[in-house]
């Protein structure tokens, strides 16, 4: 029973050990030292991998090594019938709230305005409102989304929430669909994205949308960097519309010296570290997973293609 391991992020030794504690029987290869193909039952993949799954011909699960799928979706080949499931762990989801509510307050707060007056050591107080003052619009209300708008509730922030599919949660005004947006973006002060990237979502937050927030809001991307179009989200920070952007994901990865994200007024940047996989609980989940395969049960977290998540 052997499983490969692909990430170019993701330390396999740290990966290693967790499996030999957790499941000690399970023979553990790292890309490209695969051995016989035909041995490989389990594969545990970030980019860039995907497109050679076919050269599996017992694979029996494949798992993403995060809470997205796009990177697996977007391989031209995947074999046909292969369980694929998503990355979802306390770990993760902690990680996220914990990231969403540090920049939801650095917005509020006007943290990013102090630290400009700082390097011009211009010592006078901003105007800043509290939470309740300020209504943050969560896109995307999966498990991260569900778990950041509540810890967002929490502190105080009125929180609204849009999804593509209908959602009912316990003091949030949920809105859906198309039909529903630009009702949701109007009201939306602090706009954080946790969105799924798939093709109906690839670009979303274009001009069209941002130009729907109200003047002087802020824009949060903790999900994929493609769901942006980086040159519309410039020109509404440098036109006013938008105070300040917080990007930890960006449409290329690591983003090149000469991009102009680095130097666009009014961004905050962190190199896609919202959340991050934790593999001493992930080694345990995916060994449950394995468990359940092997006893003929369906693993959990599964992924529907279609959807794209």
Known sequence: MALIFCSQTDDPKEWRAEFAEVMPELDFRVWPDIGRPEEIEFALVWDPMANRLLDFPNLRLIASLGAGVDHLLAATTLPDGVPMTRFVDDNLTQGMREWVLLYSLYCLRRVPEYLARQREQDWHRLDVPFAYQRRVGMMGLGILGEASASALRHIGFPVIGWSRGKKDLPEIECFTGAGELDDFLALSDILVCLLPLTPETEGIIDSELLTKLPRGAC???????????????????????????????????????????????NITITPHVASVTNAKSGARLIAKNIRRIQAGETPHHLVDPKAGY
């Open 219 to 265: 824009l949060i991307n903790g999900a994929r960097g493609s769901l942006v179009v980086e040159a519309d989200l410039i020109q509404a920070l440098e036109s006013g519309h938008l105070s300040h952007a917080v990007l930890d994901v960006t449409r290329k990865e690591p983003l090149p010296a000469n991009d102009p994200l680095w130097q666009a007024r």
